[in-house]
């Protein structure tokens, strides 16, 4: 079955606990991004890769990093967890030929205290 | 950056009727516009997208136009149903070039339909 899945899909943690989020897609798509979701602010972009190796910033990526070492994976790090990252997290991925559309993974969602 | 604004913030509607929900954005150079569905508890997927070169696109109940002069795309949903209740984001996109991928979201309309 081609999905996007994410994990964990709950983490309550402490500030400064360091933590990775995994994603991984079996669709062999080039295209992966992370979002995260607030009420009343919608979807908002941390950070996209159009390919291994090759990692953008999005509209939020202040206290956030990635890596694209395969292209069936892409993590998403907190280094230092602040309570302004508690959110849900969703990460997507696409086949540029594929028309642009994005496969978005069943969500995470994080609580820093 | 792109700045998409999309409203209303909440809709409702009788079943049977129809509804739209509008988005604008600021960079004339985005060039993909799609439209996600997210139920409750659930994960965001695409209903249905444009792309600038078509003005309007259809499948089914729902439609979306897309007015480039005036940079606003619509979403049209006719004979809704109660399934339609949802939340509903539109969003923004250049779809080549160094930054192309970049999405931008609007802030979501919660449609509910009444039966």
């Known amino acids: 079955e081609a999905q996007v899945t994410q994990n964990p899909r709950y983490l309550i943690t402490v500030t400064g606990k360091k933590l990775t989020v995994t994603c991984s897609q079996n669709m062999n798509h080039e295209y992966m991004s992370w979002y995260r979701q607030d009420p009343g602010l919608g979807l908002r972009q941390i950070y996209y890769s159009m390919n291994v190796e090759a990692t953008d910033k999005g509209d939020v990526p202040e206290g956030y990093k990635v890596s694209r070492k395969e292209k069936r994976n892409f993590p998403l790090i907190l280094e230092s967890p602040s309570p302004n990252q508690t959110s849900l997290y969703f990460c997507?991925?696409?086949?540029?030929?594929?028309?642009?559309?994005?496969?978005f993974g069943p969500g995470t969602r994080l609580t820093v205290t | 950056g792109e700045n998409v604004e999309q409203h209303p913030s909440t809709l409702s509607v009788q079943e049977g009727d129809s509804a739209v929900i509008k988005c604008t954005y600021s960079?004339?150079?985005?060039?993909?516009f799609p439209w996600y569905k997210q139920e409750l508890g659930k994960r965001p997927q695409l209903i249905i997208d444009?792309?600038?070169?078509?003005g309007e696109k259809k499948d089914q109940r729902i439609a979306v136009t897309l007015n480039k002069t005036a940079k606003h795309f619509s979403l049209h949903i006719t004979e809704t149903q109660p399934e339609d209740s949802a939340v509903y984001f539109c969003?923004?996109?250049?779809?080549?070039?160094?930054?192309?991928?970049?999405?931008?979201f609007g802030t979501g309309t919660s449609l509910t339909v009444i039966p």
């Open positions: 444009i792309r600038s070169n078509v």
């Open positions: 960079d004339s150079a985005s060039n993909y």
């Open positions: 969003a923004a996109s250049k779809g080549s070039g160094r930054r192309g991928n970049q999405f931008y």
């Open positions: 997507a991925s696409s086949s540029h030929r594929g028309g642009y559309e994005q496969y």
